[in-house]
């Protein structure tokens, strides 16, 4: 018997109306601030129908870190300006040039490859320098922004289109209107050393939107890139609800395969476990544990939450999560599905598998 599309398990929902509801939030807000709003689609492995509902919510640009991704909402139709948010690898740049209309670039060879590709297409290629403020991930120091920027002018086949910045990735250094303002000085000194006039300022990602909240963008800051805030509706600084936005865009469900009473502290001697973790057993009795069927290969267990009460994630192997459904307001069979809200790591675990089908609901 053939299962309908909507109970194929493990699967993420995708809801692209409350996506799009969503980005229409993120857009208003960001244009009280003076900025508009790239969409970043990676998490869902460039999904178009997620690109066709940020869209409808209003974003200007559609933003992925990989050309594959890129590639494929060029095919599907999305026809918007699209930026590459990581530099392209050398052999890269004729598929740069070719699915994107601006790369965010930190390298002078980066540059050099691209314009040659795009001289190549009788194009001409626009690329965003990435400007370190003191996350520590892509882009130049700022002392050596200017000199940069220079080379970078230099170069047949692209044009200097745009500063930016990105913050709270790696070192997780939260944007400030001061770390922001350094983009805005380097403008300045752009416009003043070279004569150009930079159209982007690209200030950063969902970190940015608390400060877009505050009103405490600077004046001049025109572009922010956010993903994870107009996806799961959260301020990703602290993971703190955003108001007025659905958390519930994205959920993941999975089937029970076994449910049984267990003791809630293992029997033998205690090693590592498959991940090389020596883990801690808090003693609670004999409880009602569930086992559904995904595991590590699909998801993030650390970042699954219940839509239920009751119910607790107790862990999880490659193809094994392990619930403890004790206190759950439904008894939970064999065959019966759990549902549950994602971080945006377990999500881009579960978009990531093969295994985990996606259903798309809504327009
Ligand atoms: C992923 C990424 C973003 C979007 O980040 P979110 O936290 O999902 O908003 C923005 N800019 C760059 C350069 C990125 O790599």
Not at 54 to 81: F, H, P, Q, T, Y
Not at 98 to 116: H, N, P, Q, W, Y
Not at 289 to 295: F, H, N, S, T
Request: hydrophobic share 40%; charged share 25%; glycine share 10%.
């Amino acid at each position: 018997m053939a299962v309908p599309a909507s109970m194929v398990a493990p699967r993420v929902e995708v809801s692209l109306d409350k996506i799009e509801e969503n980005a229409r939030v993120v857009v208003e807000m960001c244009r009280r601030s003076g900025t508009e709003v790239a969409g970043v689609t990676k998490v869902t492995c460039g999904d178009p129908e997620v690109a066709r509902a940020m869209l409808r919510g209003g974003v200007r640009w559609i933003a992925d870190s990989r050309l594959a991704n890129l590639a494929r909402m060029r095919k599907a139709g999305i026809s918007c300006e699209t930026l590459l948010l990581r530099a392209p690898m050398l052999g890269e740049a004729d598929e740069a040039v070719r699915v994107a209309d601006m790369s965010l670039i930190s390298s002078v060879e980066t540059a050099r490859a691209l314009g040659e590709a795009a001289r190549a297409r009788g194009v001409q290629h626009r690329v965003i320098l990435m400007v370190d403020v003191g996350d520590l991930r892509e882009g130049v120091p700022v002392d050596a922004a200017p000199d940069v920027a220079g080379r970078l002018a230099r170069v047949e086949g692209i044009r200097l289109h745009g500063i930016g910045t990105n913050v709270a990735c790696y070192g997780g250094v939260i944007p400030t209107h001061e770390n922001m303002s350094v983009l805005l000085h380097l403008r300045d000194r752009i416009r003043r050393d070279l004569g150009i006039d930079l159209e982007v300022i690209s200030g950063g990602n969902s970190s940015s939107i608390p400060l877009v909240r505050a009103g405490e963008v600077p004046h001049g800051i025109n572009q922010l890139r956010i993903g994870e805030s107009m996806l799961l509706g959260r301020d990703v600084t602290y993971r703190r609800p955003l108001p007025g936005m659905h958390l519930d865009a994205f959920v993941f469900a999975a089937q029970a395969i076994e449910v049984a009473r267990k003791p809630s502290v293992p029997r033998g001697e205690i090693g590592q476990d498959a991940f090389g973790k020596v883990r801690t057993f808090r003693d609670k009795g004999i409880r009602w544990r569930a086992i559904l069927a995904c595991g590590r290969q699909d998801i993030d267990p650390e970042g699954l939450k219940p839509l239920e009460s009751g119910i607790d994630v107790l862990g999880a192997s490659s193809d094994h999560l392990i619930l403890d459904v004790e206190d759950a307001d439904r008894e939970i069979r064999v065959g019966d599905e759990v549902r549950f809200t994602m971080s945006y790591g377990c999500l881009l675990a579960a978009m990531t598998s093969p295994y985990v089908h996606k259903v798309v609901t809504g327009r």
